[in-house]
């Protein structure tokens, strides 16, 4: 029997990340072509005897989602054993999250866990879809972010959603009389010169989560002003330079005044989800930060 092919597993779990062959080519760091990694999870499928995963629309199948849970723990299983091999008494608490929540969150959730003098605590930022990745390699012991809509609790890392945050779309002041509501972005939308919009990279999760929604109301609008950070997005809203989307939460951090906000029901734009990512065995520390962030995102989010 051949070996193994190792190399195309983990292109696989790549396809599953990103949702898709044409995602994982695009906008991942898999450093291979749409063809060359189309041939790779034929090898893959023709290895194991079985179909994976249906292409257009990707879904999996049920031995696809088998193998892809069984691959994840097992990968998992084996960055432990680097990290067990290391015998690291000095390891820092890592966590990796997007800059918002480095910023307005993690700080009181730091204080509260009462860590050790000594310990060392890394925080990285980073965006959405490359945090279950620093888990799985080992990079990040914890990770908070937005969920793609093809996690699956349960698989590894392991992740479980801790908040659903509902989006509001923030008008800009020469738009403040004219749209009031929805619909009226909608009308908008649908002329022929379109307003400008202040928006993430295309390849963020919560970027795409959006343009998703507004394809299935019948529209397709670019980015005017791309920006790293949605901390970013209300301070060029403010001053004209287009419309933009935020996250809504219980208690507010920043003004938006000089524009408006709109509330986005279900229906118009579904909430996004919100979770964290760990690996399966979990030091005492990092243990008790899993449990502050639950509590924390129940009372706060």
């Not at 995963?53 to 193998?67: I, M, N, S, V």
């Not at 349960?154 to 509001?168: D, K, Q, W, Y």
């Not at 919100?274 to 930060?289: F, M, T």
Request: glycine share 6%; with cysteine.
């Amino acid at each position: 029997m051949n070996s193994f092919p190792w190399y195309a597993t983990e292109l696989f779990l790549s396809v599953c990340e990103a949702g898709g062959l044409s995602a994982a080519s695009r906008f991942g760091k898999i450093g291979i072509s749409q063809p060359a990694l189309s041939a790779q999870m034929a090898t893959l499928e023709a290895h194991l005897g079985m179909k994976l995963f249906q292409r257009k629309p990707f879904l999996l199948t049920a031995e696809g989602r088998h193998f892809q849970e069984e691959t994840l723990r097992l990968r998992a299983r084996m960055g432990l054993l680097r990290e067990t091999l290391a015998a690291d008494t000095h390891k820092p608490l890592r966590i990796a999250a997007a800059d918002m929540i480095i910023r307005d969150h993690l700080p009181q959730l730091l204080k509260q866990i009462d860590a050790p003098s000594r310990t060392r605590l890394v925080l990285r930022e980073a965006p959405s879809q490359d945090l279950p990745a620093l888990v799985r390699d080992g990079e990040a012991d914890l990770a908070i972010g937005v969920l793609s809509k093809h996690v699956h609790s349960g698989t590894s890392p392991l992740v479980e959603v801790i908040a659903r945050l509902p989006l509001m779309l923030q008008v800009p002041p020469s738009h403040a009389k004219t749209v009031r509501q929805w619909s009226d972005l909608i009308r908008l939308l649908r002329q022929k010169e379109k307003p400008g919009l202040v928006s993430l990279p295309q390849n963020n999760l919560l970027a795409q989560h959006i343009h998703a929604s507004l394809r299935k109301a019948g529209v397709e609008w670019h980015p005017t002003l791309e920006v790293s950070s949605l901390s970013h997005v209300p301070a060029y809203v403010r001053l004209d330079f287009g419309f933009g989307f935020c996250i809504v939460e219980k208690t507010p951090r920043g003004k938006t005044a000089g524009s408006r906000l709109i509330a986005l029901s279900g229906d118009h734009m579904p909430s996004l989800n919100v979770g964290i990512w760990h690996r399966e065995q979990l030091d005492p520390l990092a243990q008790k930060l899993m449990n502050l962030i639950r509590i924390y995102a129940r009372e706060k989010l």
